[in-house]
């Protein structure tokens, strides 16, 4: 039985999916992984792209939709054919640059057994700049203005600001309270005590999420 399944919704971004699972193939474990490639394109020529991962045997599974699920609905599909501890839900853009960072996200869960759910720091692969995935937790006032000309008015500007998380440090293991859904690790047992993502809303917004960066040791 695979220990981590990592399941990744692709919309019509079939080449990208490919570079992704080739350098998740190139990651090294001592634990087996499954990754499972749920297609929203209804697109024939990226369906044909993705069924080219079968080269990889059973470790990589692909299932064509006939009809765009969604997001949220593709990915509870995906944890429904999962059969694993943990579970990984990934951009399809995603690339793992460094071959160890599978097996340290694993062995921080391990080792603290407390912890349901925690992500990595990303680095954007145009500008090499660290990737903003965290946020406060939301308000609607704030996604409002974060969103309009109100976000650089004196006052609001600080409370937005604060509200992407501006002046966190991504070099530091802390506890966040929302984590975007680009790229992050999940006990299966949490996810299923919580019935899964809820159909109005793309991130889980929970009370306690942790941000796991390779080589620190996490805090509270």
């Given at each position: 039985m695979p220990k981590v399944s990592i399941i990744i919704v692709d919309f019509k971004k079939a080449d990208r999916v490919i570079?992704?699972?080739?350098?998740?193939?190139?990651?090294?474990v001592n634990f087996d992984i499954e990754v499972i490639v749920i297609d929203n394109s209804c697109d024939s020529v990226n369906a044909d792209k993705l069924r080219t991962l079968k080269a990889y045997g059973n470790a990589v599974k692909v299932y064509i939709n006939s009809k765009n699920l969604g997001y949220i609905?593709?990915?509870?599909?995906?944890?429904?054919?999962?059969?694993?501890?943990?579970?990984?839900?990934?951009?399809?853009?995603?690339?793992?640059?460094?071959?160890?960072?599978?097996?340290?996200?694993?062995?921080?869960?391990?080792?603290?057994?407390?912890?349901?759910?925690?992500?990595?720091?990303?680095?954007?692969?145009?500008?090499?700049?660290?990737?903003?995935?965290?946020?406060?937790?939301?308000?609607?006032?704030?996604q409002i203005a974060r969103r309009t000309w109100l976000r650089n008015v004196p006052g609001i500007k600080s409370l937005v600001e604060y509200d992407e998380m501006q002046h966190l440090d991504y070099n530091q293991t802390q506890t966040v309270d929302w984590l975007q859904s680009s790229f992050w690790i999940m006990r299966k047992d949490l996810w299923q005590n919580l019935a899964a993502l809820m159909k109005i809303t793309l991130f889980l917004c929970l009370t306690r999420i942790y941000v796991f960066v390779p080589g620190k040791r996490a805090t509270k």
């Open positions: 570079r992704n699972v080739e350098s998740i193939a190139n990651q090294n609905r593709a990915n509870n599909q995906g944890v429904k054919l999962a059969t694993s501890k943990y579970l990984m839900i990934i951009n399809p853009d995603i690339i793992w640059h460094k071959s160890d960072t599978l097996q340290k996200m694993v062995d921080f869960m391990e080792k603290y057994p407390r912890i349901g759910i925690a992500g990595p720091r990303q680095i954007n692969e145009n500008d090499q700049n660290v990737a903003t995935t965290i946020r406060a937790f939301p308000k609607l006032s704030l």
